[in-house]
């Protein structure tokens, strides 16, 4: 079992930034591949990023150069650093377990975080 505990999120002017951490603990986190993903409402949860255990990164066409996912093994965590944040990233963002890369369909995720609310004004 795998269990992941987002934080970091929360309400924001559009044009600021944000930092969501996700912390893994369980059977050997640091060997899986790690995936962020939204879900606004009455939307399709969507893909943003995913991470290997080596710092391969992935990220959905429109996050690119905004969006940046990173992790550190030593503490089993995942971040994902947003900036230039915008109304329509408002979502509640999960971060979840893969074993396989790139993965970018959430059916691909085994295990999911309870997810963290990312709301932008404008």
């Known amino acids: 079992q795998v269990q992941l505990v987002e934080s970091g999120g929360g309400l924001v002017q559009a044009g600021g930034s944000l930092r969501l951490s996700c912390a893994a603990s369980?059977?050997?986190?640091?060997?899986?591949?790690m995936g962020w993903f939204r879900q606004a409402p009455g939307k399709d949860r969507e893909f943003v990023a995913t991470?290997?255990?080596?710092?391969?990164?992935y990220y959905e066409d429109a996050m690119k150069g905004r969006f940046t996912i990173s992790r550190d093994n030593a503490k089993n965590t995942v971040y994902l650093q947003m900036n230039d944040l915008k109304p329509e990233d408002t979502a509640i963002y999960y971060c979840?377990?893969?074993?396989?890369?790139?993965?970018?369909?959430?059916?691909?995720?085994?295990?999911w975080g309870q997810g963290t609310q990312v709301t932008v004004s404008s």
């Open positions: 979840a377990t893969t074993r396989a890369y790139p993965v970018i369909t959430a059916l691909g995720y085994t295990y």
């Open positions: 369980g059977r050997t986190v640091s060997s899986y591949v």
């Open positions: 991470i290997t255990w080596s710092g391969n990164t």
